[in-house]
């Protein structure tokens, strides 16, 4: 009799019984693994979905139902925070874990985590210790400031320093300036969130020097600091004026008022970019210019863990350092380790070449093409002429805000697969055993070069074929 002729429930009784599915061979290390109330779990899932399909007439057979709970258990035994090839050229990408860490930096994390540390403790005299002071005078050669700690990211440190100078009182922002970072992240909500209240100045597009003066001498006045925050994640072009730096410490020195600087991604690395300059000071020009403190980011253009820098006058950061909130929002051992070995190949000069946010922003164009070619060519060879590969000019981004509107020239591996989807091929690809993120553009796939590490080129190949045969597999 054909499957077809019969009811539904009879279709879903050809269905192996769980029992017989536990009892294959094939799970019985899945079982040692994971124990068995996971894999009963993982069986009574692919049998649940096995069971509508038999009701449509289609009876999956035994080895396909293990095929399929074997998958889902591969699946569920993965960590969920994975590693991946970044090949979309954006070098900061957020979604990506922004900046990978220098493997100097790698190795002090291992060092620490694995064992006691002098986090708090004074080695010298035996006693109790201040975790700052471990990267202090780091940050201090490197930056010219008096004063330095850090917190768990850049938002933190702009929230207690906001909150440790101004709660109860005032400060002033340019409207052209009340920016949103992205993740909720806005100014005027912070400031909102700190205890202090906005005062607004200038215009969207035009804010000048008097318009800060004019603030801080109105009757009533409570100003306890004039703040200026990077623009980060969009430009201004056309009729627009803003005060620099020195002309606002002008202001903030008459009226005996701090100046904060928010950075957002606060480079210690001068003529960063591909023709030098990019029109970013550095922290120490910022400090230089006569900010009295500035926040900025340890995962963004310098490179390092996630972390949020505060540096400045040394009677300011104190205030931040004993505020409540700064043990709310202290950074950890891990973040320390990493940072520390970071600013140490700035010391040292090797930064350029040793931190790979650095490197990668600044790739030789040259170098990129021929990595290009290479990688092209590798893959003309591995999927055959089934897939077009070609190398097209492209542009790579810093990402994470920094560097907005600056477009670092790039070489870029363009495919096309005859027969395949580029949106499905580009999901094979993150959904594969080592997820690869490539950007999709007009019908086609693009690679580039710029944000793969040293040595991922090779795998590349492999993996795009992985995925077109996942594809073809359903
Ligand atoms: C990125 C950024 C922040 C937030 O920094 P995180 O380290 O992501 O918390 C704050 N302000 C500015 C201007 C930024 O660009």
């Known amino acids: 009799m054909i499957a077809g002729q019969k009811g539904s429930g009879d ?7 769980v029992h017989a599915l536990l009892a294959d061979a094939r799970l019985e290390s899945w079982q040692e693994r994971l124990g ?7 069986v009574a899932a692919v049998l ?15 080895a396909a139902i293990l095929d399929r709970v074997e998958r889902r258990l591969r699946g569920e035994s993965r960590p969920r925070l994975r590693a991946v090839i970044n090949a ?55 930056t010219g400031a008096p004063a330095a700690m850090v917190v768990n990211n850049n938002a933190a440190a702009v929230l ?38 906005l005062v607004e100045v200038g215009t969207t597009n035009r804010t000048y020097a008097r318009d800060y003066t004019a603030a801080t001498k109105r009757p009533g006045a409570t100003v306890a600091l004039l703040l200026k925050v990077h623009q980060s994640n969009f430009r201004q072009v056309g009729f627009t004026a803003a005060p620099g730096i020195a002309e606002l410490a002008a202001v903030a020195r008459g009226g005996g008022i701090p100046l904060a600087y928010d950075m957002g ?9 591909p023709q030098g300059a990019v029109g970013e000071p550095t922290v120490r020009e910022a400090l230089a210019a006569g900010a009295d403190v500035v926040t900025w980011s340890g995962d963004k253009l310098l490179g390092g863990p996630q972390a949020g820098v505060l540096c400045g006058r040394a009677d300011l950061i104190r205030h ?18 990493a940072l520390e070995a970071t600013l140490a190949l700035y010391r040292e000069g090797r930064a350029a070449q040793a931190v790979p946010a650095l490197r990668m922003l600044r790739r030789p164009p040259g170098e990129l093409a021929r990595e290009a070619e290479a990688l092209a060519a590798a893959c003309g060879r591995r999927l055959g002429p089934r897939v077009e590969v070609t190398v097209v000019a492209g542009a790579s981004a810093a990402g994470a805000g920094a560097l907005a509107a600056v477009e670092l020239p790039t070489a870029l591996v363009r495919l096309r697969a005859r027969g395949a989807a580029v949106s499905e091929w580009a999901a094979a690809l993150r959904t594969g055993e080592v997820p690869l993120v490539a950007r999709v553009q007009d019908d086609a796939l693009l690679l580039d070069p710029r944000t793969l590490l040293p040595g991922q080129s090779e795998g590349v190949p492999d993996l795009l074929a992985a995925a077109l045969t996942a594809l073809a597999a359903g």
């Open 11 to 17: 279709r879903r009784r050809r269905l192996p019984p």
């Open 36 to 42: 068995r109330d996971v894999v009963r779990r993982g």
């Open 48 to 62: 649940a979905v096995a069971r509508t399909q038999a009701e449509a007439g289609d009876v999956p057979d035994a």
């Open 88 to 142: 979309t050229g954006i070098v900061l990408h957020t979604g990506l874990g922004r900046a990978p860490l220098a493997a100097e930096a790698v190795e002090a994390v291992a060092r620490v985590a694995a064992g006691y540390s002098n986090l708090e403790f004074d080695l010298q005299d035996g006693e109790r210790g201040d975790r700052h002071a471990l990267v202090a005078s780091a940050l201090g050669e490197l």
């Open 160 to 197: 207690l320093l906001l909150a440790a100078l101004a709660a109860g009182r005032e400060v002033v922002v340019s409207r052209g300036e009340l920016v949103e970072i992205g993740g909720s992240f806005r100014i005027p909500e912070v400031l909102a969130q700190s205890g202090a209240s």
């Open 265 to 273: 991604s606060g480079t210690l690395w001068p003529g960063l970019g």
């Open 320 to 337: 931040c350092a004993r505020h409540p909130l700064a043990r709310a929002v202290r950074v950890d051992k891990l973040t320390l380790a």
